[in-house]
């Protein structure tokens, strides 16, 4: 297993943000990756797909990043289903249920990220989540075991499933039952276009913010209007005037201003609503006092 040293991570997350870490490899096949999650099992380790939805600290990290490639790289449609490895592209998999006319996957369309990630996260709309697709989904242990686990047995939530954080998703089964073509269309293209209309494409973002809580409250970008940190900037980083759950780099912005535009509206939110906001993204490299002012712990 070839491994890089002090490798910046700007360039390989979306948010182009993010220090360096000290170890990094790109396995391109299921035993590349046995091999080194049992190298990097001590110092620890993370695995990186599109980086959609991590911020990462300017610090960088002391673990060890894997990015997956090579064979893990798949989408493919067999028997009633679509089975894709955790490398691939959530446009790919939305784009080939399109090209296909298989119903169920209009809600992927414009999603970033992989495969991967997408069902660490729980990827998708607010009703619609990519494990409600799901037949399957494969994983390997630290110990470099292959584990099945069905829908059942993730538990799956708005943004969470029930599984090790150091358990690596590799591969999923979804189903897709064919549909008819002229629908299967326009309700890609028209979930297409509404969300790169009403959302924030031409610059580095990791998509939303907050998970929008539960009823009687608000969604998360009317709570960002209301506390009146819509368009609000720091350094390079600005809550975004056309989506304000979104937070762009409007170019050289550093993890800490992202943090502070969170903290304030996490702050103004407690204080107008009575409401703690919770993350939607994920944070690597930042100390318990950072990741409490924006409630990630």
């Given at each position: 297993m070839r491994w890089e040293s002090d490798v910046p991570l700007d360039s390989l997350a979306r948010y182009r943000i993010g220090g360096p870490?000290?170890?990094?490899?790109?396995?391109?096949?299921?035993?590349?990756?046995?091999k080194g999650l049992r190298e990097a099992s001590d110092a620890g380790y993370k695995i990186l797909g599109t980086g959609a939805n991590v911020l990462i600290s300017d610090r960088g990290l002391d673990c060890s990043v894997l990015v997956l490639r090579g064979e893990l790289d798949y989408v493919r449609v067999e028997n009633g289903a679509i089975e894709a490895g955790a490398a691939a592209r959530l446009p790919a998999l939305a784009g080939t249920a399109r090209r296909l006319a298989l119903r169920g996957f209009h809600f992927l369309e414009?999603?970033?990220?992989?495969?991967?990630?997408?069902?660490?996260m729980n990827a998708g709309s607010r009703d619609d989540w990519l494990w409600h697709c799901v037949e399957w989904a494969e994983?390997?242990?630290?110990?470099?075991?292959?584990?099945?686990?069905?829908?059942?047995?993730?538990?799956?939530?708005?943004?969470?499933?029930?599984?090790?954080?150091?358990?690596?998703?590799?591969?999923a089964r979804f189903s897709a039952p064919k549909g008819e073509i002229a629908a299967i269309k326009e309700a890609h293209m028209s979930?297409?276009?509404?969300?790169?209309?009403?959302?924030?494409?031409?610059?580095?973002?990791?998509g939303s913010t907050w998970k929008n809580p539960p009823t009687p409250y608000p969604s998360a970008w009317l709570i960002v209007n209301e506390v009146g940190m819509r368009g609000a900037k720091i350094g390079g980083a600005q809550i975004a005037e056309r989506h304000s759950n979104f937070i762009v780099n409007l170019g050289g912005a550093r993890a800490d201003d992202v943090l502070g535009l969170m903290a304030e509206t996490?702050?103004?939110?407690?204080?107008?609503?009575?409401?703690?906001l919770e993350p939607e993204i994920h944070f690597w490299g930042f100390d318990p006092e950072c990741l409490a002012t924006v409630g990630a712990i």
């Amino acid at each position: 297993m070839r491994w890089e040293s002090d490798v910046p991570l700007d360039s390989l997350a979306r948010y182009r943000i993010g220090g360096p870490v000290q170890r990094l490899c790109r396995p391109k096949s299921l035993e590349a990756l046995r091999k080194g999650l049992r190298e990097a099992s001590d110092a620890g380790y993370k695995i990186l797909g599109t980086g959609a939805n991590v911020l990462i600290s300017d610090r960088g990290l002391d673990c060890s990043v894997l990015v997956l490639r090579g064979e893990l790289d798949y989408v493919r449609v067999e028997n009633g289903a679509i089975e894709a490895g955790a490398a691939a592209r959530l446009p790919a998999l939305a784009g080939t249920a399109r090209r296909l006319a298989l119903r169920g996957f209009h809600f992927l369309e414009a999603v970033p990220g992989t495969i991967g990630g997408g069902l660490r996260m729980n990827a998708g709309s607010r009703d619609d989540w990519l494990w409600h697709c799901v037949e399957w989904a494969e994983l390997m242990t630290p110990e470099g075991e292959l584990v099945r686990m069905s829908p059942a047995e993730v538990a799956p939530s708005y943004r969470h499933v029930d599984v090790p954080d150091d358990w690596v998703f590799v591969a999923a089964r979804f189903s897709a039952p064919k549909g008819e073509i002229a629908a299967i269309k326009e309700a890609h293209m028209s979930f297409r276009e509404r969300k790169v209309r009403d959302q924030v494409y031409e610059l580095p973002s990791i998509g939303s913010t907050w998970k929008n809580p539960p009823t009687p409250y608000p969604s998360a970008w009317l709570i960002v209007n209301e506390v009146g940190m819509r368009g609000a900037k720091i350094g390079g980083a600005q809550i975004a005037e056309r989506h304000s759950n979104f937070i762009v780099n409007l170019g050289g912005a550093r993890a800490d201003d992202v943090l502070g535009l969170m903290a304030e509206t996490r702050r103004r939110a407690r204080e107008h609503f009575g409401l703690w906001l919770e993350p939607e993204i994920h944070f690597w490299g930042f100390d318990p006092e950072c990741l409490a002012t924006v409630g990630a712990i």
